[in-house]
Nanobody
Framework: QVQLVESGGGLVQPGGSLRLSCAAS????????MGWYRQAPGNQRELVAT???????NYADSVKGRFTISRDNAKNTVYLQMNSLKPEDTAVYYC?????????????WGQGTQVTISS
């Protein structure tokens, strides 16, 4: 099993910044992809950004140029630096880890952290 614990959410004014962190523990394989998803009220959960163990990244178009995902493999931790925040970024942000064990894909989720952008 894998456990993911997020931190760093909160309330910030439009144009501000936040940094989310997610620490993974448990049965983590060296080859995996970690990422962030978000879900606003009434909406489906959507991808924000992912980063593979080798460092390859992928971003939603809506956050490109504003958000930066990074990871520290030694600490099994993924970060999301969010700049130039907009009210539409308001959502619960979920950390995710994907890995394949014995040919079976496994997806793990954190409990979520609230991010609210409001003046």
């Amino acid at each position: 099993q894998v456990q993911l614990v997020e931190s760093g959410g909160g309330l910030v004014q439009p144009g501000g910044s936040l940094r989310l962190s997610c620490a993974a523990s448990g049965s983590i394989l060296s080859i995996n992809t970690m990422g962030w998803y978000r879900q606003a009220p009434g909406n489906q959960r959507e991808l924000v950004a992912t980063i593979a163990d080798g460092g390859r990244t992928n971003y939603a178009d809506s956050v490109k140029g504003r958000f930066t995902i990074s990871r520290d493999n030694a600490k099994n931790t993924v970060y999301l630096q969010m700049n130039s925040l907009k009210p539409e970024d308001t959502a619960v942000y979920y950390c995710n880890l994907d890995q394949i064990r014995f040919g079976v894909p496994n997806k793990y989720w954190g409990q979520g952290t609230q991010v609210t952008i409001s003046s």
